[in-house]
C-alpha cells in the first residue's frame, strides 16, 4: 500500500532533476544530486532553528509527521533526513508522502518520519501526539522531553550563514510544483552537508576508544562502554548524547564500527 506514496515522491524528484538525453549518471551522482535537491528545499522553506529541531527529533528517532500542501518540497524535507543523517542510517519507517488512505498509520507506535499534503481534521487528532514540522508555516514542534544537540550555539554560528546561502540562492527559484535548485544553490548545499557531517561525525567518530574487547569463544567481540562515552562530553550535552545512545539507529551504527 505504500508503494504509491514512495513512486510519487521518486517521480517528482526524479522530473526535478533528470539528466540531458544520452548522458550516463552513476549511482553516486545522482545520489549526490538528490542530497543538494533535498537540503535546498529544507533550507529554503524552514529556519536554520527549525531545521536543527528536525535533525534533532530525527536523531532521537521520534515519531514524525511533515506537513505541507505543496508535494515537491514535502517530499524533498523528508527526503532531506537520510542525506543528513549520514553517516547514521535511519533505522524504522520513512514515507515522503503518506496516503490518505494510510492516515490510521499515524497510531504505529514506532518511531516514523511521514509526509502528509493535506492537513485534515482526521489528520489534526491523529497528530497530537506526534511531533510535527510545519513547512508552509516554517514551524516544528517536538513532543515530549528533547534535549538540546550537543555544542548547539557553535553549531548555530558556524551553519548559520551556510543556511542563508541556499536560501539566498533559492530565493528565485519557482516553489511550484518542484524547485529546481541553481548551480548555486547546489553549491551552496553541499558546502551545508559538508559542515553538518563533520559535526554529525564529531559526536561519534571516537567510539573505539571507549569500547572494551570480549573474547567470547573463538569470536572477538568489541562492546561499547556507553556511560563512558556519554560521559566523555561536557555535562549540558550529555542528556542528549545518553538519549541518542539509546536508539537502535546509533546501536546500529555503533556495532557497524566496533566490528
Given at each position: 500500500a505504500a508503494a504509491p506514496a514512495?513512486?510519487?515522491?521518486?517521480?517528482?524528484?526524479?522530473?526535478?532533476?533528470?539528466?540531458?538525453?544520452?548522458?550516463v549518471v552513476t549511482p553516486a551522482e545522482e545520489a549526490a544530486h538528490m542530497e543538494t535537491w533535498t537540503v535546498s528545499a529544507l533550507c529554503s522553506t524552514l529556519s536554520l532553528?527549525?531545521?536543527?529541531?528536525?535533525?534533532?527529533?530525527?536523531?532521537?528517532?521520534?515519531?514524525?509527521?511533515?506537513?505541507?500542501?505543496?508535494l515537491g518540497e514535502l517530499s524533498a524535507v523528508v527526503l532531506s533526513v537520510t542525506a543528513l543523517l549520514r553517516p547514521l542510517q535511519w533505522q524504522s519507517l520513512m514515507l515522503p508522502v503518506l496516503p490518505q488512505s494510510m492516515i490510521s498509520f499515524l497510531d504505529a507506535p514506532v518511531p516514523f518520519i511521514v509526509g502528509v499534503q493535506h492537513k485534515t481534521a482526521e489528520v489534526r487528532s491523529r497528530s497530537s501526539h506526534l511531533s510535527r514540522v510545519n513547512v508552509y508555516k516554517d514551524e516544528v514542534k517536538l513532543h515530549g522531553s528533547n534535549p538540546a544537540l550537543p555544542r548547539l550555539k557553535e553549531l548555530t554560528t558556524v551553519l548559520r550563514p551556510l543556511h542563508a546561502a541556499v536560501a539566498d540562492a533559492m530565493s528565485g527559484s519557482s516553489r511550484h510544483p518542484i524547485a529546481e535548485p541553481t548551480a548555486a544553490a547546489r553549491r551552496a548545499s553541499r558546502a551545508f552537508l559538508i559542515a553538518w557531517r563533520e559535526?554529525?561525525?564529531?559526536?561519534?567518530?571516537?567510539?573505539?576508544?571507549?569500547?572494551?574487547?570480549?573474547?567470547?569463544?573463538?569470536?572477538?567481540?568489541?562492546?561499547?562502554l556507553k556511560d563512558s562515552f556519554v560521559d566523555s562530553f561536557s555535562r549540558s550535552d550529555r542528556p542528549f548524547m545518553k538519549a541518542f545512545c539509546e536508539t537502535q539507529m546509533f546501536g546500529e551504527?555503533?556495532?557497524e564500527q566496533l566490528k
Open positions: 514512495h513512486a510519487s515522491a521518486s517521480t517528482s524528484a526524479s522530473a526535478a532533476s533528470s539528466p540531458p538525453p544520452g548522458c532553528e527549525n531545521v536543527l529541531l528536525l535533525l534533532n527529533g530525527a536523531l532521537l528517532e521520534r515519531q514524525m509527521v511533515v506537513l505541507c500542501p505543496n559535526y554529525l561525525g564529531a559526536l561519534v567518530n571516537n567510539l573505539r576508544a571507549y569500547a572494551i574487547t570480549d573474547m567470547n569463544g573463538r569470536e572477538k567481540m568489541s562492546i561499547l551504527y555503533a556495532d
